[in-house]
C-alpha cells in the first residue's frame, strides 16, 4: 500500500497520550527524540479508536476521496455498495430512498445494499456451525477482529471462519451482475475495510472505500442535498434481514440462528475489551466454552470509527430497527430466495495468514531497570494505574525498552517528579534568596572598604607628595606606578614636563629617565627580593642616597631616594654618619680611654661639639 492507514498530522499532536492510552495493541510508538506520536502501520488493526479520542484532530487515516472521484470521473461503470449502516449515520435523511439518489447524483450509476451480501455470509456460517466436525470457529466478518488474531493471536488463524467478508461478497455480486470492468466503491462505517479491500484482485476486488464521514464530505463538496433530490430506491438485490447486521447479532438473526442460552451454538462479543478477552478465553478454555465466537471490534459496526460521530448507540439501534422493518415489508420473499440461489454458489471463500506482531520479552534486568526509574519495586506487582495506556506497569516497562514508548508517559511518576522537583527549587529559591542578602551584604562591605581604600590611597600620596625624600613605585618591567614631587624635581626638568602631560609619571620608564647603575639596582631587588638599603649612587653629578625595599614579591618595588646635596639631607646624614661612627667605636673609644686617660675624653667632647654645631645651625636656619 502507498500510504500507511493511520498517520500522525505531526504539528497537531501535543503529546498528550490519549491514542497511547486507547490504541488496544499498542500501535503507537513515542520516540524520545521526537515531539509527536508515530504510528507503526505493521501492528495497526485500524480500529479507529486514536482517531475518535485525538482532541487536537492530529490522527488521520487515509483519505480516498481523491480516489473515488477518479473513478467517477473515468469511463467505467461506477458502482456503490452501500453497508446498511447507513440508517444510523443519516437520521438527517427523512427517506432512505433520498441518500440512495444522492449517492447516484455523484455519479454513481448503480447503488446496490451490502445487506443482501450480508444474507449470503449468514447462510455459509449457518452452514458452517450446522455441519459441527469438533472444531469451533471466530466470525471473519469485523476485519480488525481479523487483523487483531492475525497479528496478536495467530495461533488461533485456523479458527477463523474460511469465509470472505460481506463487503466482499457483494462484490462478488456485483462484478456477475454488471461485468468484470465494473468500479466498485464499498460506503460504510469501517476504517479497516480499507486495508482489506487491497487483498483481492479477483471478481471480490473493491477499488475503494469510503467511509460515511468521507461520503459526507462528497455532498458537501458536490452540494448535494436531499431537498432537491426525488426518491430513488437500491438497485437489486435487495437484501433481507441482512440489514439488521449494525447490530451485533443482527447477521444471526439473518441466519436464523438460535440464539437461545441454552441450546445455541454461537455467542455474540462486542467492544474491544470483551473482545480480547473472549479470543483468550477461547484459545485456552474452548474446550470447556464449547461455543461459536461471533466477534466485532466495535460495539457493533453503528459505533465504527468511519461513522461520522459516534452518536448513542440506542438511538441509532433504534433506526437500524425502523429501517429494517420498513424495508422488510416492501420485500419480495420469493424474489429474493430466487436471488440468493442465484448467487449462493459463488466463492465466497477465504484464507487467513499469521502475522505475528507480538512484542518479544525482554531481559527481566532491562524490565526492572525501567521500574525502578519510574519509582515502581517489588516488578511491579499490584501497580497498575493504566494512565500510561498499558495495563500494568510491566507492560508498559517492556514498551520502554523496546523503543514504544518512554518514561515520561507514566503519570504518577511524572508527577511525583514534578513534586520533586517543586521542592528542590523551593529550597533552591530559599538558598538563593540567602545568597542574594549575603551578596547584597557582601557588596556594601565592598563599596565601604573601596571608600576606605580610596581615603587612604587619597591620604597616602598626600603623604607621599610632602615628603623632602623622592619617593616612586616600580613594577617588574620597570615602569613607575606612582611618583611624588619629591622624586620627579630630582630628576629634573625633563621628567617636570612629562608630568605635566601624564600626572606621577605613570606608567613612564625608568630606563629612560635613569642611568643604568640606578636602575640597575630596581632589577636586582625585583629578581632577587632582596633589599637594598642606603646605597649612595651617583647621578649627573650629584650624590643621591637610595633605599629599594620589596613591596610585591618580583612584581613590585618600592624606591625612596634623597638627594645628598641637599643641605638638609648632608647635615642630617653628617649627625647620622657621625652618630654610627660614635655609636660603633663607643666601644672602642671608652677601652682606649683607659689607656690614654683624659685624651679619650677629649675626643669624645670634640666629636660631641661637632654634633652640637651641626644641630644649632639647622635649629637657626628654621
Given at each position: 500500500m502507498s500510504h500507511p492507514l493511520i498517520s500522525t498530522i505531526k504539528d497537531k499532536c501535543k503529546l498528550c497520550y490519549a491514542c497511547v492510552r486507547v490504541c488496544p495493541v499498542k500501535a503507537i510508538e513515542v520516540k524520545i527524540s521526537d515531539k509527536h506520536v508515530s504510528v507503526i502501520p505493521e501492528r495497526c488493526i485500524g480500529c479507529g479508536n486514536c482517531v475518535n479520542v485525538c482532541s487536537q484532530g492530529a490522527m488521520q487515516y487515509r483519505s480516498s476521496i481523491e480516489e473515488t472521484k477518479a473513478i467517477l470521473n473515468s469511463d467505467n461503470e461506477a458502482v456503490a455498495i452501500v453497508a446498511p449502516s447507513i440508517s444510523g449515520e443519516f437520521e438527517d435523511i427523512t427517506d432512505y430512498r433520498k441518500f440512495v439518489n444522492m449517492i447516484k447524483t455523484l455519479g454513481f450509476k448503480y447503488v446496490n445494499e451490502v445487506s443482501f451480501g450480508i444474507d449470503l455470509v449468514a447462510k455459509k456460517y449457518l452452514e458452517l456451525i450446522s455441519d459441527y466436525k469438533g472444531k469451533y470457529y471466530i466470525s471473519a466478518n469485523c476485519p480488525s477482529v481479523v487483523a487483531y488474531i492475525e497479528k496478536f493471536q495467530p495461533e488461533l488463524v485456523d479458527n477463523i471462519a474460511p469465509i470472505v467478508s460481506p463487503m466482499i461478497a457483494t462484490a462478488k455480486v456485483v462484478h456477475k451482475k454488471y461485468g468484470k470492468n465494473i468500479k466498485v466503491v464499498?460506503?460504510?462505517?469501517?476504517?479497516?475495510?480499507?486495508?482489506?479491500?487491497?487483498?483481492?484482485?479477483?471478481?471480490?476486488?473493491?477499488?475503494?472505500?469510503?467511509?460515511?464521514?468521507?461520503?459526507?464530505?462528497?455532498?458537501?463538496?458536490?452540494?448535494?442535498l436531499e431537498s432537491k433530490l426525488e426518491y430513488s430506491d437500491f438497485d437489486p438485490p435487495i437484501g433481507n434481514k441482512g440489514s439488521l447486521y449494525p447490530i451485533s447479532n443482527g447477521i444471526l438473526q439473518a441466519a436464523d440462528i438460535n440464539e437461545n442460552l441454552l441450546t445455541r451454538k454461537i455467542t455474540t462479543v462486542e467492544g474491544s475489551k470483551d473482545m480480547v478477552s473472549s479470543l483468550t478465553a477461547f484459545h485456552n478454555n474452548i474446550s470447556s466454552i464449547r461455543q461459536n465466537y461471533n466477534l466485532f471490534f466495535c460495539n457493533g459496526c453503528l459505533m465504527g470509527p468511519g461513522m461520522s460521530s459516534t452518536g448513542n448507540k440506542f438511538i441509532k439501534r433504534s433506526m437500524v430497527v425502523k429501517y429494517a422493518k420498513k424495508r422488510l415489508k416492501k420485500i419480495g420473499i420469493e424474489k429474493w430466495e430466487e436471488q440468493i440461489s442465484k448467487y449462493i454458489n459463488l466463492d465466497f471463500s477465504r484464507t487467513f495468514k499469521a502475522d505475528d506482531q507480538r512484542i518479544k520479552m525482554p531481559?527481566?534486568?532491562?524490565?526492572?531497570?525501567?521500574?525502578?526509574?519510574?519509582?515502581?519495586?517489588?516488578?511491579?506487582?499490584?501497580?497498575?494505574?493504566?494512565?500510561?495506556?498499558?495495563?500494568?506497569?510491566?507492560?508498559?516497562?517492556?514498551?520502554v525498552t523496546k523503543g514504544l514508548a518512554k518514561t515520561e508517559m507514566c503519570t504518577t511518576a511524572t508527577l511525583r517528579n514534578n513534586h520533586?522537583?517543586?521542592?528542590?527549587?523551593?529550597?533552591?529559591?530559599?538558598?538563593?534568596?540567602?545568597?542574594?542578602?549575603?551578596?547584597?551584604?557582601?557588596?556594601?562591605?565592598?563599596r565601604q572598604?573601596?571608600?576606605?581604600?580610596?581615603?587612604?590611597?587619597?591620604?597616602?600620596?598626600?603623604?607621599?607628595h610632602k615628603l623632602h625624600a623622592g619617593v616612586v613605585i616600580i613594577d617588574k618591567d620597570l615602569k613607575i606606578i606612582q611618583a611624588n614631587k619629591s622624586f620627579i624635581t630630582m630628576l629634573g626638568e625633563d621628567a617636570k614636563e612629562i608630568n605635566e602631560v601624564i600626572p606621577g609619571l605613570k606608567g613612564a620608564d625608568v630606563k629612560i629617565l635613569l642611568p643604568y647603575d640606578f636602575y640597575n639596582l630596581f632589577s636586582y631587588v625585583l629578581k632577587n627580593d632582596e633589599n637594598i638599603l642606603n646605597r649612595d649612587v651617583l647621578f649627573e653629578e650629584d650624590m643621591f642616597n637610595a633605599s629599594i625595599f620589596t613591596i610585591k614579591k618580583n612584581?613590585?618595588?618600592?624606591?625612596?631616594?634623597?638627594?645628598?646635596?641637599?643641605?638638609?639631607?648632608?647635615?642630617?646624614?653628617?649627625?647620622?654618619?657621625?652618630?654610627?661612627?660614635?655609636?660603633?667605636n663607643l666601644e672602642l673609644v671608652q677601652k682606649i680611654g683607659f689607656l690614654l686617660g683624659e685624651g679619650a675624653s677629649e675626643t669624645e667632647q670634640m666629636?660631641?661639639?661637632?654634633?652640637?654645631?651641626?644641630?644649632?645651625?639647622?635649629?637657626?636656619?628654621?
Open positions: 464499498y460506503i460504510g462505517p469501517c476504517i479497516q475495510n480499507k486495508n482489506e479491500a487491497l487483498l483481492f484482485d479477483d471478481d471480490g476486488k473493491v477499488d475503494s472505500v469510503l467511509t460515511f464521514e468521507e461520503l459526507r464530505k462528497l455532498f458537501k463538496e458536490y452540494n448535494i531481559s527481566k534486568d532491562k524490565i526492572n531497570d525501567v521500574l525502578k526509574s519510574i519509582g515502581v519495586h517489588d516488578n511491579g506487582k499490584g501497580l497498575s494505574c493504566g494512565s500510561c495506556g498499558y495495563d500494568s506497569c510491566v507492560n508498559f516497562a517492556i514498551a520533586n522537583y517543586i521542592r528542590a527549587l523551593k529550597a533552591t529559591n530559599e538558598k538563593l534568596a540567602q545568597a542574594q542578602e549575603a551578596l547584597k551584604t557582601s557588596e556594601r562591605k565592598a572598604e573601596e571608600e576606605a581604600a580610596k581615603e587612604a590611597s587619597k591620604m597616602t600620596s598626600t603623604m607621599l612584581k613590585i618595588v618600592g624606591v625612596i631616594v634623597r638627594d645628598m646635596s641637599s643641605p638638609e639631607i648632608r647635615k642630617e646624614e653628617v649627625v647620622k654618619r657621625v652618630t654610627d661612627v660614635i655609636d660603633k666629636l660631641n661639639s661637632i654634633i652640637e654645631f651641626h644641630k644649632s645651625q639647622k635649629g637657626k636656619k628654621k
